[in-house]
């Protein structure tokens, strides 16, 4: 069966200007041009860098302390003990408010202002190999499977498409779009397509669109208004600014108040929500960011420790309205205490100037003061990317920035991973390809022999498989002078025969487990959940028949896997004999590989796997592993979660 709906892993084929967001984007009332002087312009991306680290640091010690209830009253409320880590550091320290945004920082330096998906794929595959969770965490699992964004962030392969990923690590596009909010806010939207879908990457969008305005305003409620305009009237998190907005004019001198409505609202399991976490959820922590920047009036520490007070992922909420307050008032305005919050320490620049790497693999070490001379850089070089221009006022550089610039996705076509499917399945499948030009000046040419049965026009697969077999094809997509080449491999099977088995083999399941799940098609929809409290715990899942059946393939399809636990590691196959007993098949391979070793970083979630072997004639055959865990809770949990389990003669 296809491992992907209709819809599959894309958003679209993004070939038209714009097409992620042009429709949506507003604030006509722009002037064309904007002024700035580079000095204050480098002065307020030094604010929002340190407001940023500020806040991710000062917000840690409440991450996550304050759910049900809000904090205290009782402000300021201190860095906590976040403290003693920058103390043992001697600097400030990454942390998945900041690191992905530096990972971000050296692709441009390396690739251009507007690196495509395919090269930061690259680098995420590359430095994040631990401390990632979330959308963030499932979007990586699948670039490991062979996916590229958006299919990481798309809601059908993505369970986790909701949270609240994009809010940490995408300020860095507005920062270094300084007035041309149009820009960084479709910039912000396809980069929050690496981990996140629908109304997920709203507040994402939201923030960016202040954080470009915050350039050019002090006024909160004109930055609100900017946030809104850019979504549009009608955005599920337009709705809910509007709601925040409601509650602090009832209760304008009690924020508890306000607070404790949010949570009634948003605190909830949601309809969209089988995977994930409350308190990580885009929309609820979106919300409370928005109370702590109405009730914090302008003061960057009030609204420090409201953020912090609001709870729930309190250190993301602090980090991006401390960073964004800082960014429109410049870093005179940044309280000396909390940029040197060490009292005992003689540094003469705040945080002693250093960004101490603890999070990213081969991240480097950095100056704080060099990162924001490299961040306004790259400013400057989308500014005049887009249209923009340096001029010379009494002696001082002006950048005159084009504010109604847009962004335009960066030319590329992606592959995809190996399309497990069967005869007589539909073959629908929309490759991603961006150009920046309108479809009749785009092309794409097959390289090679289609699937029988299944056409190709404009990036889009369709049709019915006719015939079993594993064929590559191969993809030009040309615009202009530019081309690229991608190759989709179609590992097309046989009818599944799970249907016609008698029996379905199994050795440990929870109690009452639906065993027919195993084969009702759904791929999304767990059906085998096995726990234990020893290791190894060795399982085994497959089907009986009556007669002999010939089989020489097998598809494998994770379920969701729990934080810690629930994935099947060393994976074989084995069929029974005529004797009864059970033998390992010869010439076993899995497509694609599937991870090596017991890192939870790495076992992915609703992906299939294609294993294929010399045919076997027998009455049964079954998929055999050990479960894979982590000791993390005592006694600890291991076991697998499947969803579904086929099987094909070729």
């Known amino acids: 069966m296809l491992e992907m709906s209709n819809k599959g892993w894309t958003v679209v084929c993004c070939m038209l200007f714009g097409c992620i967001m042009m429709s949506l984007v507003g604030c006509d009332t722009q002037p064309e041009e904007r002024r700035i002087s580079k000095a204050e312009y480098q002065d307020k991306v030094a604010a929002s860098w340190y407001g940023q680290l500020i806040g991710n640091m000062y917000g840690l010690s409440y991450e996550f302390k304050f759910l049900e209830e809000p904090g205290p009253d009782d402000f300021p409320y201190g860095y906590g003990p976040t403290l003693d880590q920058v103390r043992d550091l001697q600097g400030a320290f990454s942390d998945d408010d900041t690191d992905i945004e530096y990972m971000s920082l050296l692709q441009m330096e390396k690739h251009g202002p507007e690196p495509t998906y395919r090269e930061l794929t690259a680098a995420w595959k590359y430095h994040i190999r631990d401390r990632i969770w979330a959308a963030n965490r499932v979007a990586l699992n699948l670039m490991h499977h062979g996916y590229f964004p958006p299919a990481t962030g798309d809601s059908t392969m993505n369970a986790r498409w909701f949270e609240i990923d994009p809010q940490l690590v995408n300020e860095i596009w507005s920062v270094t779009a300084p007035g041309m909010v149009d820009y960084a806010v479709q910039k912000t939207d396809w980069a929050s397509r690496i981990t996140n879908d629908s109304f997920g990457v709203q507040p994402a969008m939201f923030y960016a669109a202040m954080y470009a305005e915050a350039f050019f305003s002090r006024d909160i409620e004109h930055l609100i208004e ?5 979504l549009g009237e009608e955005a599920h998190f337009s709705v809910v600014v509007r709601e925040m907005i409601d509650l602090h004019r009832t209760y304008p001198d009690r924020w508890q108040d306000a607070r404790k409505e949010l949570r009634d609202r948003y605190y909830v399991r949601q309809p969209y929500n089988k995977h994930g976490w409350e308190p990580i959820d885009a929309t609820l922590n979106g919300a409370a960011a928005i109370l702590a920047l109405l009730y914090g009036k302008g003061d960057i520490w009030r609204t420090l420790d409201l953020a912090s007070a609001m709870g729930f992922d309190a250190d993301n909420q602090a980090a991006t309205m401390t960073g964004l307050l800082a960014l429109s008032q410049g870093s005179a305005a940044l309280p000396q205490e909390l940029l040197f919050p060490l009292e005992e320490e003689s540094w003469t620049m705040p945080f002693n100037d250093r960004y101490i790497n603890i999070t990213r693999y081969d991240l480097p070490d950095a100056s704080i003061s060099d990162m924001i001379n490299r961040l306004a850089h790259q400013g400057e070089k989308v500014i005049l990317l887009k249209g923009g221009r340096i001029e010379l006022q009494d002696e001082e550089e002006i950048y005159v920035i084009p504010s ?11 592959p995809t991973a190996p399309v497990l499917a069967e005869v007589g399945q539909e073959a ?22 289609l699937p029988a049965g299944v056409t190709f026009k404009q990036g889009a697969f369709s049709g019915r498989f006719e015939a079993a077999g594993d064929v590559t094809v191969e993809l030009i997509f040309r615009s202009g002078q530019d081309a690229d080449t991608v190759s989709v491999n179609f590992l097309i099977r046989s009818p599944n025969m799970a249907g016609s088995a008698s029996s379905i083999l199994h050795n440990d ?14 791929l999304q929809d767990p059906a085998f959940v096995s726990v234990s409290r020893s290791i190894p715990f060795d399982q085994w899942y497959g089907y009986a028949w009556k007669q002999p059946v010939s089989i020489s393939r097998v598809g494998f399809h994770n379920g969701f896997p729990d934080e810690e636990w629930g994935w099947l590691k060393n994976v074989q196959v084995e069929y029974l004999t005529a004797a009864g007993s059970w033998n390992t098949v010869d010439d076993l391979v899995i497509d694609p590989p599937m991870p090596a070793g017991d890192s939870k970083y790495l076992h992915r979630s609703f992906v299939g796997y294609d294993l294929r072997f010399q045919p076997v004639l027998s009455r049964g055959i079954r998929i055999t592993g050990t479960a894979g865990g982590h000791p993390v809770d005592a006694p600890p949990r291991y076991g697998s979660i499947i969803s579904e389990i086929t099987v094909h003669s070729n």
């Open 509 to 522: 399941t929870e109690p009452e487990a639906d065993l027919e799940r195993l084969r009702d098609g759904r």
């Open 226 to 230: 900017t946030g809104l305009s850019a």
């Open 404 to 414: 109604g610039a847009a962004f335009t996705p960066p030319f590329e076509a992606l």
């Open 428 to 449: 629908s499948l929309q490759l991603y390809a961006s150009s920046g030009a309108s479809l009749e000046r785009t092309t794409w040419d097959v390289l090679g022999t």
